[in-house]
């Protein structure tokens, strides 16, 4: 039995030290093309939205950015593609887009029916409301009557429906567009005397759509779970891995306290988990067991920052969308952020 024991556990230490994992065909495409293909936002600020000059930022733009920093080493080897609510799940499944991060909640039915598989949750979000702040209303179970603008082919708009049949609001309507754009022109135009997305979303159109953002106000209820997280088709293993350790990684930098701005001092700490993260761990080789460099979480949080660090930069306090941490803190700190250990 001893002998067995010794036998079995040379085999596991073996595969361990096989060196890197084999590339699956996506992941195989995405290294000869040079570039990752990252489904987004049409325009959500604070999570993808582009500028004059055509320059992407948001968190789930830099989680596009974090995972090419892992692939290549450039976190600026991503191209941006725009997705409708309604494109984004097909261009996924066709591959025209390698990874979909782009605002999407993590449901059963998306992770289980359509192809695809979710990596990781990058923002908690919940479905909420927005009214004119002159309309007097204080809670979401008082819009019975009014006329709701939503957005066609979204968990929002099944969400409403669930929530008017929920609360007997059967004189609420829904007005539904195809486009989000339509909807919220329709909002800020008086067409309806609500509208209906993640509370994130909200946040981002009162900052960027309103002619005065003070004259609306966000109603205190969230109707929904919205886990918001990136995706890739079902069946390259080794690409779900990197996508899905790339936000841990970030994750993981913040709880030890490694920012984009402290991390090329971080690198001579005597901890050896920050070692180990930071590849400066000889015998520990992370990277190795995900195909990637030794550097790979380096170059992530150097270039691209820690978990904290995209958060603040994006829809922190101190940005227009003045958004708490909130369920997006760090679970030591009160919130649902938490990855497992780079070991």
């Known amino acids: 039995m001893k002998k067995l024991a010794i036998a079995a556990a040379t085999v596991v230490a073996g595969a361990l030290a096989a060196g890197p994992a084999l590339a699956g065909k996506d992941l195989d495409t995405i290294k000869k093309r040079g570039s990752l293909v990252c489904g987004v936002n049409t325009g959500l600020a604070g999570f993808s939205i582009a ?23 450039d976190a600026n080897k991503v191209q941006f593609k725009p997705t409708s609510a309604q494109q984004r799940f097909t261009a996924l499944q066709s591959g025209e887009i390698d990874v979909l991060s782009r605002n999407t909640t993590w449901t059963l039915t998306r992770d289980a029916a359509q192809g695809m598989v979710f990596t990781g949750v990058t923002f908690y979000d919940g479905q909420g409301f927005m009214v004119a702040k002159k309309l007097g209303v204080k809670s979401a179970k008082e819009l019975d009557g009014a006329e709701i603008c939503v957005q066609s082919g979204t968990t929002t708009e099944l969400n409403l429906t ?8 059967s004189k609420a309507k829904a007005i539904v567009f195809e486009k989000i754009e339509e909807a919220v022109s329709a909002f800020f135009a008086g067409r309806c005397q609500a509208y209906t997305t993640d509370a994130s979303g909200l946040a981002s159109t009162r900052s960027k759509d309103a002619k005065n953002p003070d004259d609306y106000v966000i109603l205190p209820e969230l109707i929904s779970k919205e886990p918001l997280g990136p995706a890739i088709r079902r069946g390259d293993e080794e690409l779900f891995a990197i996508v899905k350790w790339a936000l841990y990684a970030m994750v993981e930098a913040e709880e030890y306290g490694v920012s984009r701005a402290n991390v090329d ?35 992530i949080i150097k270039q691209v920052g820690n978990y904290g660090d995209v958060y603040e930069r994006n829809v922190g306090p101190k940005t227009p969308l003045k958004l708490e941490r909130g369920l997006n803190a760090l679970w030591s700190k009160g919130g649902l952020q938490y990855a497992p250990p780079v070991r």
Do not use: H
């Not at 500028?51 to 080493?73: E, H, L, N, Y």
């Not at 669930?162 to 007997?168: M, Q, T, V, Y």
């Open 51 to 73: 500028d004059s000059q055509g320059r992407w930022t948001g968190i789930d733009v830099d989680v596009c950015r974090a995972v090419a920093a892992a692939i290549f080493g």
């Open 162 to 169: 669930d929530f008017l049949k929920a609360n007997n609001l």
């Open 265 to 299: 001092q971080m690198k001579t700490s005597p901890n050896p988990g920050i070692k180990r993260l930071l590849g400066v761990d000889e015998k520990n080789d992370m990277g190795k067991l995900l195909g990637l460099k030794a550097d790979w979480a380096y170059q």
